[in-house]
């Protein structure tokens, strides 16, 4: 079926412009006898490969054998599927202008949803060869799959009463299955290269280190990015170069005699007045592109300090056992879990506070309601209507009552490869270069 008529049986006419990419070529490599991972010999593999349980598992084969029988349902999870897993062009993230199911007919909310599941999960053979290739052990596979659980079909159960996936976990679920991020205990791992506008800098003689804001970046007079969300309209501009001279050592940071930049603090703040690193004395350890463990923190019960210190040490042996063409130079965490200002109200010992403290921390965040989301679940306009069901909750709240403003600071997060001590806070205690 042509996807003008796909989208008039189901009543998505709506949403033409934001499925017209790929439609010719999904509609050109359709098979003929349909869509293979509709197949219920097919769909039970899947479903065995993604770890579903008993109940959402005879969801997916009732509902694969529904979609299957009406050509527009069918035609329609085609191209979800060539979208996610074939076309050799389908911008990344694109899928989050597909409709969502709080967009479309309540009489095709739990199909939509269960053809979000039924493309997600028809990668499974790819991703186990994968899995088998680099020894990946069932047990952690398992793990790291409990992600189409939490936060996906569970929690979409609760709120409608169907099996199956939403829009926002569809780019996510990806990487799950591409083989490209692994839970290890209490934390998720995912390799890829290091975002952060800084570099970072290490003494040859301390190993003390040191960032620098890469050129370019706007920060507020207190050292927090600025963006056109925040109050504060005054900003200033970071800015990063060298000296003219020369330099015949090729470690040498951008290969000039010195380096002058605005540096950002341990905490995760930016400083105007700018320091000359000299580059006999200091070299660069990493930079916007390098190849980084990204750290990720699923939900489901508190981040243990203790556990996290086993996932990180963990990584640091499982990768390069099962992945050794995948170097890294950092672990590296972007969260609001990060936000500084966590530490005005929750007690030092609290794991989100220990969490911060093993990092050396960097400016991410751009909007000063950080926390309202992901703490309270929304946004509200009252402080009495503010759940209180958890400590956090708590705990923010009776910051908010007391008169504080919400003002997020930091964001982002590096240990070195090489740092990783575990509840040693090495940074805090000494790794960090001191500023004056």
């Not at 205990?185 to 003390?208: D, I, V």
């Not at 070195?416 to 090495?426: K, N, P, S, T, Y």
């Amino acid at each position: 079926m042509e996807l003008d008529n796909v989208l008039s049986a189901l009543g998505l006419t709506s949403f033409g412009e934001a499925l017209a990419r790929e439609a010719d070529a999904a509609q050109a490599a359709l098979p003929a006898g349909g869509p293979f991972f509709l197949k219920p010999g097919f769909v039970a593999e899947a479903c065995r490969a993604s770890f579903l349980p008993a109940e959402p598992r005879a969801a997916a084969l009732e509902g694969a054998k529904r979609i299957a029988a009406d050509p527009a349902r069918a035609t329609l999870t085609w191209y979800f599927y060539w979208c996610l897993w074939e076309s050799p062009s389908f911008p990344v993230g694109e899928q989050a202008r597909w409709p969502r199911l709080d967009q479309v007919p309540a009489e095709l909310v739990g199909d939509l949803a269960m053809m979000y599941l039924l493309a997600m999960i028809a990668r499974y053979p790819e991703m186990e060869e994968l899995h088998r290739a680099y020894g990946v052990e069932a047990a952690i596979a398992e793990h790291t799959l409990l992600d189409i659980q939490l936060g996906g079909w569970t929690a979409l159960h609760e709120q409608c009463g169907c099996w199956g996936l939403d829009v926002p976990r569809l780019h996510w679920l990806q990487y799950h299955f591409r083989g490209e991020i692994y839970r290890l205990g209490r934390l998720q791992f995912q390799y890829g290269k290091f975002g952060g506008k800084l570099r970072m800098y290490q003494h040859r003689e301390t190993g003390k280190v040191l960032a620098l804001s890469e050129s370019g970046v706007q920060y507020l007079e207190d050292g927090r990015l600025w963006s056109e969300t925040r109050e504060a309209k005054k900003y200033w501009t970071a800015e990063l170069g060298t000296s003219s001279g020369q330099s015949d050592d090729p470690s040498c940071a951008l290969r000039g005699a010195t380096v002058t930049g605005h540096p950002i603090t341990v905490q995760g703040v930016a400083r105007r007045e700018p320091v000359e690193l000299v580059c006999a004395d200091w070299w660069q350890v990493l930079e916007p592109g390098d190849p980084v463990l990204h750290i990720h923190i699923p939900v489901g019960g508190p981040m243990d300090h203790g556990e996290c210190g086993e996932s990180m040490r963990w990584a640091a042996e499982w990768f390069p056992e099962h992945f050794p063409e995948w170097p890294f130079l950092a672990y590296c965490c972007d969260s609001w879990l990060l936000d500084t200002q966590l530490q005005e109200f929750l007690p030092p010992e609290s794991n989100i506070a220990r969490f911060q403290r093993e990092m050396y921390l960097f400016p991410t965040i751009r909007g000063d309601e950080n926390l309202r989301g992901p703490i309270f679940h929304c946004v509200p306009e009252f402080t009495a209507a503010m759940p209180r069901k958890t400590a956090l909750q708590r705990a923010l709240a009776e910051y908010l009552e007391a008169g504080n403003k919400l003002r997020a600071s930091a964001g982002g997060s590096i240990i070195l490869a090489e740092d990783l001590d575990w509840g040693g806070e090495v940074y805090l205690k000494g790794k960090a270069a001191a500023l004056g």
